[in-house]
């Protein structure tokens, strides 16, 4: 069987990364759009060795196919996405307007694939990028001891803010070597040779929407009992996210054990030698799909605390990766079936 697919947002950071790996994964795909606003129209974007021209969303016709990813903004899915699931197709949104719907799922495969089942609205959420690398080390830790209690500090790449942010590091840090200044347009401050500990807005309470989507996209997918306090950090790296994680468990877990578990654990890759450079830094997570666990140390401080460094590459496991693997949890489970989403029975 193979699907019709579409990619919203395919001149995108995000979309590039998914036309990308619905070729590497060999995704079954009898048809390819890549759509993207009115002025990308003819564009061309590499689908593997070939290229596809974008089309413009608005003039598109959505009951033509199965499946549609979506990595164009939170307006746009908001405006778009069900109107796509009313035509038939299977939605799998990358931003953030769907992922507290509680008729939404929100999906890391690795983590909560039984949710794939109860997507009523024909739409499937994918989380944060931060999120995605915290759940899937922080998981099957919670499965083994239980974690009560996580701090986390993020070091996020410019990627995750989108291709404007992207270019801003780039022009400031030439901008620097050749005495021109590039002014601060995406981020606050200047990013360049900068650390930023802010990411997104800030809310009344003084954390920011960043931070607070990962407490509660953690315990939409995880558990709503472990109490999550984050900072989250930009950093002049330009793709890679790293988390530094501490955590407090119910019952004890050691460095050695959890070293054990993260090995077992599916989608994790433990790098971690107590010597120089045995630990895994952004830029060599960069086009893996693995997310890299370092660092595991026993907590002192606290009675069954662990401490550990999470790396991986936002754009793949963050975003694009996640969601071409719940296309073929979606496929797997029978959820996505080649003449559109099959309409499950309520009650
Ligand atoms: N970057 C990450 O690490 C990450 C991780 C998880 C989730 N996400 C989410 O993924 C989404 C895209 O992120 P990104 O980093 O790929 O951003 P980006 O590089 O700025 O790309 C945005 C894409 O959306 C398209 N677009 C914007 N407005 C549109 C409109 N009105 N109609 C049709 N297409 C439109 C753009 O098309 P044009 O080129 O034609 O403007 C472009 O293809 C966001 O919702 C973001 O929150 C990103």
Redesign the pocket.
Known sequence: MSYRVAV????????REMLAILDELQFPVSELHA???R??QGLEVAFGDRTVK?QN??RFEFSQVDLVLM???????REWAPKIAAAGALVID???AFRMDPDVPLIVPEVNPHAIHEAKKRIIA?P??TTAALVVALKPLHDAARVTRAVVSTYQSV??????ATDELWNQTKGLYGLNEVAPKAYPKQIAFNVLPQCGDFRDDGYTVEEAKMWDETHKMVDPGIRLTVTCVRVPVFVGHSLSVNLEFESPLDAEDARDVLREAPGVMVVDKHEDGGWISPIECVGEFATFVSRIRNDPTIENGLSLWVVSD??RK??ALNAVQIAQLAHEEGVLTSRGYRTLAVG
């Open positions: 919203v947002g395919a001149t995108g950071n995000v979309g759509l993207a606003s002025k990308s974008c969303l608005e990595s164009a903004g939170g307006d746009v899915s990358n931003s953030s994918n944060n990028c990627s995750g803010t989108g291709k404007a936002n754009l963050g975003a």
